[in-house]
């Protein structure tokens, strides 16, 4: 079965910092990983995705993420953190196998102080 | 991207009743999923529901309890039966664009559900 970790219950990081959000996963086979955001009462939006090729992806909002096989992780950074990145972050996975629903992370809440 | 919307956005129900939840699509799909977000809580796949097909659960989810109608291409609706207070939780829609292998899914804006 695969899982999806995220270790932080919540990140703080002072504007104008690089942030990073981490995720570990584990899937049979090759991942197909994903990052969402959730603003308050609103549903998730996509952030971006890893499916094969270079292990640094760019994905909407100035965030990317980083692809580590050896470590399976799927970090998510931004070089500079705006007060408006303040949500909640939910990685994601699916596999290379014919199910195509999402499961997801337990969620990072990032808080970014002005 | 496909756009999704969510009737009703929230609703308080009684102990015992049912609420139908709908799900609307601006483009044809025909992957779509209901997920369930209880309080603090990740999301939790509640059932695949592919147009053509019936809905597949996973498990913890019965059809007795989540009935899901897939009657066409643009449309699903999503029932909470016999609802009690720990079916509390924002129950999301999403799709998957047709036309591709590894297309990320779409989410509608939730339905947020207190049972008291």
């Known amino acids: 079965a695969q899982s999806v970790a995220q270790p932080e219950d919540q990140v703080n990081v002072a504007e104008g910092n690089p942030l990073t959000v981490k995720c570990t996963y584990s899937?049979?086979?090759?991942?197909?990983l994903f990052w969402y955001v959730q603003y308050p009462n609103r549903g998730l939006q996509f952030l971006l995705k890893?499916?094969?090729?270079?292990?640094l992806v760019k994905g909407s909002y100035g965030f990317e993420a980083e692809f580590n096989k050896s470590q399976t992780s799927f970090h998510l950074k931004k070089p500079s953190a705006l007060v408006s990145d303040s949500a909640l972050y939910f990685c994601?996975?699916?596999?290379?196998?014919?199910?195509?629903?999402?499961?997801f992370g337990s969620g990072t809440r990032l808080q970014v102080q002005p | 991207s496909a756009v999704i919307s969510q009737k009703p956005s929230r609703d308080i129900c009684q102990r015992g009743t049912s609420l139908t939840i709908q799900c609307q699509v601006d483009s044809q799909v025909t992957m779509m999923f209901w997920y369930r977000q209880q309080p603090g809580q990740s999301l939790t796949l509640i059932a695949t529901a592919n147009q053509g097909s019936e809905a597949t659960y996973e498990s913890g989810f019965v059809i007795d309890k989540f009935p899901i109608s897939r009657p066409n291409l643009t449309f699903s609706t999503l029932t909470v039966s016999n609802m009690s207070p720990e079916d509390s939780s924002i129950y999301l829609c999403?799709?998957?664009?047709?036309?591709?292998?590894?297309?990320?899914?779409?989410f509608g804006p939730g339905t947020r559900l207190t049972v008291l």
């Open positions: 899937v049979s086979g090759n991942p197909y």
């Open positions: 994601a996975v699916r596999d290379y196998t014919g199910r195509r629903a999402l499961t």
């Open positions: 999403s799709v998957e664009e047709d036309g591709g292998l590894w297309n990320e899914q779409f």
């Open positions: 890893y499916i094969t090729g270079d292990n």
